[in-house]
């Protein structure tokens, strides 16, 4: 089985700075693309910024140029660095991997942490 956890949410003030964590343990071959979303109250969840294998990224518009994701494949680890935060990007943040379970299986199954709850707030 395949499991990831988030860790690095908190309460943090508005302008300021928070760094998520996901690592991804467990029956992993390979993980392909990965990436952190996000759920507000109320609302859907949306994507917040993507990262290859190979460490292609992804933004979306109102992240980029704040957001900043990055991963670790020894450590099957993917990171989002959060800077100039804002009340708006308050949510719980979630990570997905898309995992290869081993060698004789060619596809990739996605996997969802928890969420970790992230708060901006004065």
């Known amino acids: 089985q395949v499991q990831l956890v988030e860790s690095g949410g908190g309460l943090v003030q508005p302008g300021g700075s928070l760094r998520l964590s996901c690592a991804a343990s467990g029956s992993i071959f390979r993980i392909n693309d990965m990436g952190w979303y996000r759920q507000a109250p109320g609302k859907e969840r949306e994507l917040v910024a993507s990262i290859t294998s190979t460490g292609i990224t992804s933004y979306a518009d109102s992240e980029k140029g704040r957001f900043t994701i990055s991963r670790d494949n020894n450590k099957n680890t993917v990171y989002l660095q959060m800077n100039t935060l804002k009340p708006e990007d308050t949510a719980v943040y979630y990570c997905?991997?898309?995992?290869?379970?081993?060698?004789?299986?060619?596809?990739?199954?996605?996997?969802w942490g928890k969420g970790t709850l992230v708060t901006v707030s004065s």
């Open positions: 997905n991997g898309e995992v290869r379970t081993g060698p004789s299986t060619p596809i990739f199954i996605s996997y």
